[in-house]
């Protein structure tokens, strides 16, 4: 299901072939200035009336279907995420927009889509079904940890529109969301949804926003929007939220937890941490490395062996990279142990102060926040 996407091609029967659009994310501008740009050329305005009347089950708007195609080609999305499936009409848009814009897959995911959206899919032109996958789970059963899903480039999160499955699907969405990769977040002129995007943006330093606010119409019937980065406005008829993960891992006050699984030895040799100051002061960095261990009497009596070591750096301006030594784990034999992880916490000691994280390696392994796996 998560394998390579079938040799599949645009322009395959049935598939209707749209206008690529690429090459307006600049270095050094803001998301909301690339959309700007981009929203005045001609190619945005001809593809957003050819979208007004097309897929015509697709619930969210036609600025919407082209921001998302020009987000597709951008990043050349080898892994697309819908969440909310509904009647696949965005679905179809996004395969078809996928599969333009070169070889990916495209999942939809809907707990409550099981009678209707497969057979809606066994509707469509073979090449868009092969490279489709419908998912019948809630955001939380299908965002789990250890379920290798792929990093996915574009994540439509159009779910559930409260504030707690909202928060849930932007930090889950994030943690599966390749780094340079986008979350656009519908009907953001709901206040539980306009809400979860500015809460998490505020724990999230480093990620970028752009909101697009459809406010009339013009002469010609078509759709004026404004673009801006303003979370706090509840005064549209419809609003979308972009969200670009950054290419860095950014450090705060807020923990960033490492864990390498499935831990082979009894010994961590060496942790080794590169991160870069780029304000003028030195900031320090805080952190506990653990190994741990649950006995094979795990069911009885969940037993975590856990030798703590806390640690802090003072990372002045500049790239430090800070080695940290041993860890021993305090069991009489490898043979007692039937699961052994290392975990990592990280975070600058005072509020405000930012890091970026350019590697972090444990015993020569690269790891990212979140969970890893180094034998799969
Ligand atoms: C607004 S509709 C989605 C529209 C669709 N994305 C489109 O553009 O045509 C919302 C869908 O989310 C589904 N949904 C509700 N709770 C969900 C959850 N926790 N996880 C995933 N999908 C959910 C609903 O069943 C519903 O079909």
Sequence with gaps: MFGKPPKVYAGAEGVRVLVPIRGYLTPGESLVESLRRLSATDVFRDLA?????????????????????????????????????????????LSTSTLG??????????????????????????????????WPKFACEFLVPNAHLPEFDVILIDGDH???????????????????????VD?????????????????????EIARLAITGTDSQGRYVFEIDDAL???DTSTAFVVIRKPRQIFLNHNVLGFQLNDFAGMVVRKVQVSVRNETARSIVMGGKLHLRALDRDANLSPKAYDLGQDFSVIVPPGRTVAQLT??????????????????MDLFTSAPGDRLLIDRVRIDGLDVKPGRNFPSV
């Design 49 to 93: 009336r050819e979208l007004e009347v097309w897929p015509p089950n697709s619930c969210i708007s036609n600025i919407e279907r082209v921001v998302l195609h020009w987000l597709i080609y951008e990043t050349r999305a080898k892994a697309v995420l819908e969440i909310g499936s509904f009647f696949a009409g965005t679905t179809l848009f």
């Design 101 to 134: 814009a070169g070889s990916g897959r495209v999942h939809t995911i809907d707990p409550y889509g099981q009678y209707r959206v497969p057979y809606i899919l066994r509707t469509w032109p073979a090449a868009l079904q092969a490279m489709t996958t419908y």
């Design 162 to 184: 409260g504030y707690p499955s909202v928060l849930h699907d932007l930090f889950a969405s994030y943690a599966n969301a390749r780094h340079g990769g986008f979350l656009v």
């Design 187 to 207: 009907n953001a002129e709901q206040h539980q949804v306009l809400d979860g995007c500015r809460d998490f943006a505020m724990l999230n330093p480093g990620v």
């Design 232 to 234: 706090n406005r509840i």
């Design 326 to 343: 041993t860890t021993r784990l305090n069991l009489p034999s490898d043979a007692g142990a039937l699961r052994r992880f290392v975990e």
